[in-house]
T-cell receptor
Framework: DAKTTQPPSMDCAEGRAANLPCNHS???????VYWYRQIHSQGPQYIIH?????ETNEMASLIITEDRKSSTLILPHATLRDTAVYYC??????????WGAGTKLIIKP | DSGVTQTPKHLITATGQRVTLRCSPR?????VYWYQQSLDQGLQFLIQ???????AKGNILERFSAQQFPDLHSELNLSSLELGDSALYFC??????????????FGPGTRLTVL
């Protein structure tokens, strides 16, 4: 079973920051949080991952709370091409990614 | 382009048949993962191979099997197909030197339709 909880859908205006929340209250101390996205039926695309500290790359920022029970993915200036399903994932005990249903993010013009 | 290739892109077959899906990982990646995605569902992890050896198993049916060859390409064999096996099947690879082992790169998928 997925170890993360995400809202099923969100809207965001084009050009604004999209903030996607994720709860992972049962995360273990050495488990990473990974974010992927899937545009339509294409293969999922890696976005970012983190353990404790906030992370930033060319695609997004990842903010992890101090207790590590939740995180937020931030797309700073959303474009129409960012419309996708976003998955927040942690590893299970077999070191495999367990995928939930994700958040369907719709960017509106 | 992730560097992972999958063939065929589409496959239409009948119940009871057997099919083979093929995946070539990114150059240098040692791990290959197989996933199944049914309509409007999340991805279900099936199986992982690392450098030719089975590494982890997920919710893979006994009718399904996989292998990774010495050149690191992998095949997923699906037999005695049922209507419910219709899905997108994704292959992913990881383990490229210099990257986190679990940053997975996905292929474009094979869409299997069982009639």
């Amino acid at each position: 079973d997925a170890k993360t909880t995400q809202p099923p859908s969100m809207d965001c205006a084009e050009g604004r920051a999209a903030n996607l929340p994720c709860n992972h209250s049962t995360i273990s101390g050495n488990e990473y949080v990974y974010w992927y996205r899937q545009i339509h039926s294409q293969g999922p695309q890696y976005i970012i991952h983190g353990l404790k500290n906030n992370e930033t790359n060319e695609m997004a920022s990842l903010i992890i709370t101090e207790d590590r029970k939740s995180s937020t993915l931030i797309l700073p200036h959303a474009t129409l091409r960012d419309t996708a399903v976003y998955y927040c994932i942690v590893f299970d005990s077999n070191y495999q990614l367990i995928w939930g249903a994700g958040t369907k993010l719709i960017i509106k013009p | 382009d992730s560097g992972v290739t999958q063939t065929p892109k589409h496959l239409i077959t009948a119940t009871g048949q057997r099919v083979t899906l093929r995946c070539s990982p990114r150059s240098g990646d040692l791990s290959v993962y197989w996933y199944q995605q049914s309509l409007d569902q999340g991805l279900q992890f099936l199986i992982q191979y690392y450098n030719g050896e089975e590494r982890a198993k997920g919710n893979i049916l006994e009718r399904f099997s996989a292998q990774q060859f010495p050149d690191l390409h992998s095949e997923l064999n699906l037999s005695s197909l049922e209507l419910g096996d219709s899905a997108l099947y994704f292959c992913a690879s990881s383990g490229h030197r210099g990257r986190g082992l679990n940053e997975q790169f996905f292929g474009p998928g094979t869409r299997l339709t069982v009639l």
